[in-house]
């Protein structure tokens, strides 16, 4: 799979099974919101957890096909509210 220009410091790709694959993102708190969107425009990724430097999970967002614009508009207020609270991140996306 080729690697993927981001805006992320590092991107580790690894796969859990055959069938999902995970990537992870390395970001800055401040850019989030614009990386969880763009991944949701995607529209092959089926989860997106978001932890913090110490590895606490702070956010799981799952995605299905039924999914809709307006009903993320909910879920994406609340990733920008984390965002101005935290400085770093990791964002593990799984795709199917």
């Known amino acids: 799979m080729a690697t993927k220009k981001t805006q992320s410091k590092t991107e580790k790709e690894t796969s859990r099974d055959s069938k999902t694959k995970r990537e992870e993102f390395k970001i800055s708190g401040e850019k989030m919101i614009e990386k969880v969107k763009s991944l ?10 978001i932890i913090n430097d110490k590895g606490d999970t702070l956010m799981e967002i799952p995605l299905t096909f039924a999914v809709v614009g307006t009903a ?15 400085a770093n991140c990791t964002i593990i996306v799984e795709r199917k």
């Open 72 to 86: 993320l508009a909910p879920v994406l207020a609340a990733v920008g509210a984390l965002a101005a609270l935290i």
């Open 40 to 49: 949701i425009k995607e529209g092959n990724v089926r989860r997106i957890i």
